[in-house]
């Protein structure tokens, strides 16, 4: 979900939009599927606030022992980002994880998408040579 949620923030960031709404689909191996969609409180792009929406989607689901055969993530009701609000606060909490991401993207412009700062859960095992090396290639990276 925190990789599914860092991708579309991303993609929201890139394209200029903010999202109103998170659905969630989910794809079982008897090819049955899931859907579930909820307004966030504060239209937004930026991953952590997405990757709460996300998981609180996931969890609402209530998935025991299901074999999941997927998971897509889609944002609902786009908007520019210039008609962006949001509710100051006292509280720092957010403030550092908003900052890193601008940063970030700042990074992922100018020295690719696979030679950037990353939430830590997505780290991989592979060296900084195998991602080069399937950068080079278009191939997707080793686990």
Do not use: F, W
């Amino acid at each position: 979900m925190l990789a599914l949620a860092d991708d579309l923030g991303t993609r929201l960031r890139d394209s200029g939009q903010i999202a109103s709404g998170l659905t969630c689909t989910v794809r079982y191996a008897d090819h049955s599927s899931t859907r579930r969609s909820r307004t966030l409180p504060e239209a937004t792009q930026h991953t952590v606030l997405l990757a709460r929406a996300a998981y609180t989607l996931y969890e609402s689901l209530g998935l025991q022992r299901a074999r999941v055969r997927g998971i897509a993530l889609r944002a609902d009701a786009l908007r520019p980002d210039g008609r962006a609000t949001r509710q100051l606060t006292l509280d720092e909490g957010d403030d550092k994880p908003l900052a890193i991401e601008a940063i970030a993207d700042r990074a992922r412009a100018r020295y690719g998408q696979h030679n950037v700062l990353y939430p830590a859960a997505l780290a991989t095992n592979a060296s900084p040579l195998a991602l080069r090396r399937s950068e080079r290639s278009g191939r997707t990276p080793p686990p």
